[in-house]
């Protein structure tokens, strides 16, 4: 592609820049040296202290007793009439997990919603053993609130045929395998 030349400017334009710039002069070789900017601030945890904060309004909200469970205690569910085999297998980490979802740094709205999201998509997309971890509630003021969250939640819902704390190797009981069923 050939190169357009540009014609010269004409005199008027070059005396109106001149006046608008006024005088100029170069630019040392040697630039100075920019002096750099301020630090930024220390970081803070604002969604974790947010998070702190709102655990007792969410507890009165959402009824959640962690009385219910200890922090040790091990999750099982089967759904009527399911073979007993299944949990078993489950229990023993005989399926391969096919999608994982961590509710680490979650407060139990966000972890009620991101677990309806999360099983909503597995079950789009037909996976049939997936492995959520909630913790132990070991640093949770209280008590192991994503773990009885999430054991509430799974009971409920048509698709969870059954779900079982992890093997020791997978999460151990912060983190439970779930299987799903999916309409064929």
């Known amino acids: ?7 010269p400017p004409d005199a008027d334009a070059v005396r109106l820049f001149r006046e608008a710039v006024g005088n100029v002069r170069p630019l040392p070789r040697k ?53 007993p085999r299944l949990l078993k297998r489950l229990k023993r980490g005989a399926y391969a997990v096919q999608a994982e979802l961590d509710l680490h740094q979650m407060n139990a709205a966000a972890a009620r919603a991101s677990i309806t999201d999360f099983l909503a998509e597995c079950h789009r997309e037909g996976q049939t053993c997936v492995r959520i971890i909630h913790g132990k509630g070991l640093r949770s003021r209280g008590g192991p609130v994503l773990k009885v969250l999430t054991d509430r939640l799974l009971r409920l819902r048509a698709d969870v045929v059954a779900f079982a704390s992890a093997p020791s190797a997978q999460g151990g009981t912060g983190a439970v395998l779930v299987l799903l069923q999916h309409a064929r």
Request: proline share 12%; charged share 30%; net charge neutral.
């Open 1 to 7: 592609m050939a190169r357009k030349s540009v014609p």
């Open 31 to 83: 630039l100075a040296v920019v002096a750099p900017r301020r630090p930024p601030p220390a970081p803070r945890a604002r969604m974790r202290e947010a998070d702190e904060t709102a655990v007792t309004t969410e507890l009165l909200t959402h009824a959640i007793d962690p009385a219910l469970l200890e922090v040790g205690e091990e999750l099982a569910y089967l759904r009527t009439g399911r073979d």
